[in-house]
């Protein structure tokens, strides 16, 4: 946070701005954010529990590969940039006057679609990963950013 302080807001670079506020009234806004980000952690869960088998196939991973791995870290970082990237879809939302359930989902889905997604093909088109991991990875993004913008949209 103090580098946000120094540097001003990442959206807008206002250095005063309300994704930078912590006033009391924000309470909610707060509350918007982390909900948001639980829906789209959710969504990942419910994606990847069904194509659990064709992701594992698609990255070279069997079951014992992934029960062996104990750590939380992959959990914990996909959490945060689930939190990260409801933060800054409410400060769209919210400068650029976008409101309502329906329509802020249409956003989050658009987000995930059109910028999001294209950058996890192109860097997996690099790396020569195959196109089923593609259509899975993206498919989820643009799911759980439509989640995260209906989430925000019935905070508005």
Do not use: N
């Not at 409101?99 to 910028?115: E, H, K, P, Q, S």
Request: glycine share 12%.
């Amino acid at each position: 946070m103090p580098v946000l302080l120094l540097l001003g807001c990442p959206v807008c670079g206002d250095l005063v701005c309300d994704m930078l506020s912590v006033k009391g009234e924000d309470f909610m806004e707060y509350i918007a954010v982390i909900a948001a980000a639980i829906s789209g952690f959710a969504v990942g869960g419910v994606w990847y529990g069904a194509l659990g088998a064709q992701w594992m196939r698609a990255v070279g991973r069997t079951k014992e590969d992934i029960a062996a791995d104990k750590s939380p870290l992959p959990f914990i970082i996909a959490f945060l940039g689930a939190l990260l990237a409801a933060g800054v879809m409410r400060h769209m939302f919210v400068t650029g006057e976008i409101v309502g359930a329906m329509r802020c989902m249409a956003y989050g889905a658009g987000i995930g679609a059109f910028l999001i997604a294209p950058w996890i093909v192109l860097h997996y088109a690099f790396a020569g990963r195959p196109v089923a991991l593609w259509v899975i990875d993206a498919g989820h993004t643009i799911m759980a950013f439509a989640a995260m913008g209906l989430v925000l949209g019935l905070f508005y």
